[in-house]
């Protein structure tokens, strides 16, 4: 079984910045695409950005060119650098990964971190 942990989240200031990292824990596994999402107060949950396990990354236009995803492999852990926070980028944030189990690798799915609170006041 895998978890994923998040942390990093808190209270920042509009223009100021915030990291989050989340570390996938367990065994017997390997990791696809990693990725960061967003519910904001009374919203859908929204893809923020993505990294793939050669790197590549995806991110929302509304993130672009503000945050920067990354992966280090050898910690199974995903990060995401927020800068120039605005009140819009407020919401609950939740880790996501796909992964392979080493046991069965041809069948994939999808595991979801507990969220971390981000609030960016104006």
């Known amino acids: 079984q895998v978890q994923l942990v998040e942390s990093g989240g808190g209270l920042a200031q509009a223009g100021g910045s915030l990291r989050l990292s989340c570390a996938a824990s367990?065994?017997?596994?390997?990791?696809?695409?990693m990725g960061w999402y967003r519910q904001g107060p009374g919203k859908q949950r929204e893809s923020v950005a993505t990294?793939?396990?050669?790197?590549?990354?995806n991110y929302a236009d509304s993130v672009k060119g503000r945050f920067t995803i990354s992966r280090d492999n050898a910690k199974n852990t995903v990060y995401l650098q927020m800068d120039s926070l605005n009140p819009e980028d407020t919401a609950v944030y939740y880790c996501?990964?796909?992964?392979?189990?080493?046991?069965?690798?041809?069948?994939?799915?999808?595991?979801w971190g507990q969220g971390t609170q981000v609030t960016v006041s104006s």
């Open positions: 996501n990964a796909n992964i392979i189990a080493t046991a069965n690798p041809l069948v994939s799915k999808n595991y």
């Open positions: 367990g065994s017997g596994f390997s990791i696809r695409t």
């Open positions: 990294v793939t396990s050669s790197g590549i990354a």
